[in-house]
């Protein structure tokens, strides 16, 4: 079983739609969690934190779901800009504290 | 500031060439990684230093040879490679080595081995 396991997609939706991903992950004793996004040929960003407690930033929730060991991202009002893939990323992972990848989410936003 | 500088960010070297990636950050970050991605796969990790000392090494051939001069500077040595080796290079950096905190990473170097 992978560590970080994430849907890959392609989520397709229209402009203005919601759409969520989960990630979940296998070593309960993970301590960090964050979303990257990367787009094509791009290097991955940071897109969020991920609290016990849940995070918001504008249009984009991040939760963590500590006893069924996910995290999950929630867009709202989908524009084209957010087509891009969305990385989960675990440290604590494994036993060590490295940051260890989801192999990404892909979301396409058409018109 | 945030920024983790990568250079060159595009190259293309033959089987025989050596060259060097390098990599800068100024945020007092004391863990940097280097990490390869292959298209429509997730990065992959390959070194990682801990206050300038090299703590993981996940079984990167010899023919790749990281260096961390000071706590500001990442460096890949690249000698005798394959052309599978053709992927994007990601430096990263965080604050803290015991992981509790966001890494972030350069822009890339693309590198093609011809």
């Known amino acids: 079983r992978k560590e970080v396991e994430q849907d890959p997609g392609p989520f397709n939706v229209p402009e203005g739609a919601t759409v969520a991903f989960n990630c979940t992950y296998s070593n309960s004793a993970s301590q960090s969690f964050f979303w990257y996004r990367q787009d094509c040929r791009k290097e991955p960003k940071l897109l969020m934190s991920?609290?016990?407690s849940g995070n918001e930033d504008g249009r984009f929730t991040a939760q963590l779901n500590r006893a069924s060991q996910y995290i999950s991202l929630l867009i709202r009002d989908s524009k084209l800009s957010d087509s891009a893939t969305y990385l989960c990323v675990v440290l604590g992972s494994g036993g060590s504290y490295i940051p260890t990848f989801g192999r990404g989410t892909s979301l396409i936003v058409h018109p | 500031d945030t920024e983790v500088t990568q250079t060159p960010k595009h190259l293309v070297m033959g089987m025989t060439n050596k060259k060097s990636l390098k990599c800068e950050q100024h945020m007092g970050h004391r863990a940097m990684y280097w990490y390869k991605q292959k298209a429509k796969k997730p990065p992959e990790l390959m070194f990682v230093y801990s206050y300038e000392k090299l703590s993981i090494n996940e079984s990167v051939p010899s023919r790749f040879s990281p260096e961390c001069p000071n706590s500001s500077l990442l460096n890949l040595h690249l000698h005798a490679l394959q052309p599978e080796d053709s992927a994007l290079y990601l430096c990263a950096s965080s604050q803290d080595p015991q992981g509790r905190t966001e890494a972030f990473f350069g822009q890339g170097t693309r590198l093609t081995v011809v």
């Open positions: 991920v609290y016990s």
